[in-house]
Protein backbone atom coordinates (compact mmCIF):
# COMPACT_ATOMS: atom_id res chain seq x y z
CA UNK A 1 0.00 0.00 0.00
CA UNK A 2 1.33 3.34 -0.63
CA UNK A 3 0.36 6.41 1.39
CA UNK A 4 -0.46 9.75 -0.46
CA UNK A 5 0.86 12.93 0.73
CA UNK A 6 -1.52 13.90 2.69
CA UNK A 7 -1.07 10.89 4.78
CA UNK A 8 2.71 12.19 5.12
CA UNK A 9 2.33 15.37 6.18
CA UNK A 10 0.22 14.18 9.23
CA UNK A 11 2.83 12.14 10.13
CA UNK A 12 5.15 13.88 13.20
CA UNK A 13 8.84 14.26 12.01
CA UNK A 14 10.05 11.63 13.78
CA UNK A 15 7.57 9.22 12.21
CA UNK A 16 8.85 10.76 8.35
CA UNK A 17 12.63 10.41 10.11
CA UNK A 18 12.06 6.86 10.35
CA UNK A 19 10.33 5.75 7.32
CA UNK A 20 13.26 8.16 5.27
CA UNK A 21 15.78 5.85 6.80
CA UNK A 22 13.44 2.64 6.31
CA UNK A 23 13.39 3.78 2.57
CA UNK A 24 15.85 2.25 0.03
CA UNK A 25 15.44 5.37 -2.29
CA UNK A 26 18.93 7.75 -1.79
CA UNK A 27 16.80 10.44 -2.43
CA UNK A 28 14.49 9.55 0.60
CA UNK A 29 16.95 8.68 2.92
CA UNK A 30 18.93 12.36 1.92
CA UNK A 31 15.82 13.93 2.80
CA UNK A 32 15.35 11.96 6.33
CA UNK A 33 19.18 13.08 7.52
CA UNK A 34 18.42 16.66 6.06
CA UNK A 35 15.06 16.88 8.52
CA UNK A 36 16.96 15.04 11.36
CA UNK A 37 19.66 18.23 11.01
CA UNK A 38 17.06 20.46 10.83
CA UNK A 39 15.04 19.27 13.60
CA UNK A 40 18.01 19.33 15.78
CA UNK A 41 19.24 22.75 14.79
CA UNK A 42 15.11 23.91 15.77
CA UNK A 43 15.57 22.39 18.83
CA UNK A 44 18.73 24.24 19.36
CA UNK A 45 17.48 27.24 18.90
CA UNK A 46 15.10 27.39 21.05
CA UNK A 47 17.07 26.31 24.02
CA UNK A 48 19.25 29.50 23.01
CA UNK A 49 15.88 31.32 23.77
CA UNK A 50 14.88 30.02 26.46
CA UNK A 51 18.49 30.90 27.65
CA UNK A 52 18.53 34.23 26.31
CA UNK A 53 15.08 35.00 27.65
CA UNK A 54 16.92 33.71 31.10
CA UNK A 55 19.57 35.90 31.26
CA UNK A 56 17.23 39.28 29.97
CA UNK A 57 15.57 38.20 33.10
CA UNK A 58 18.53 38.56 35.19
CA UNK A 59 20.06 41.37 33.57
CA UNK A 60 16.66 43.17 34.50
CA UNK A 61 16.70 42.39 37.68
CA UNK A 62 20.50 43.24 37.96
CA UNK A 63 19.25 46.62 36.51
CA UNK A 64 16.08 47.16 39.28
CA UNK A 65 18.89 46.50 41.98
CA UNK A 66 21.12 49.26 40.40
CA UNK A 67 18.82 51.44 40.01
CA UNK A 68 17.46 51.05 43.91
CA UNK A 69 21.10 51.50 44.89
CA UNK A 70 21.40 54.65 43.26
CA UNK A 71 18.27 55.95 44.61
CA UNK A 72 19.54 55.23 47.93
CA UNK A 73 22.28 56.81 47.52
CA UNK A 74 20.77 60.10 45.83
CA UNK A 75 18.66 59.99 48.99
CA UNK A 76 21.85 60.14 50.73
Known amino acids: MTNDRNY?????????????YASRDELTIALG???E???????EAIALRQ?????DARCDALRDEL???????ERG
Open 33 to 35: ERL
Open 8 to 20: WRACDDKRLIEEA
Open 51 to 55: QRDEL
Open 67 to 73: NELYAAI
Open 37 to 43: CVIDIVD
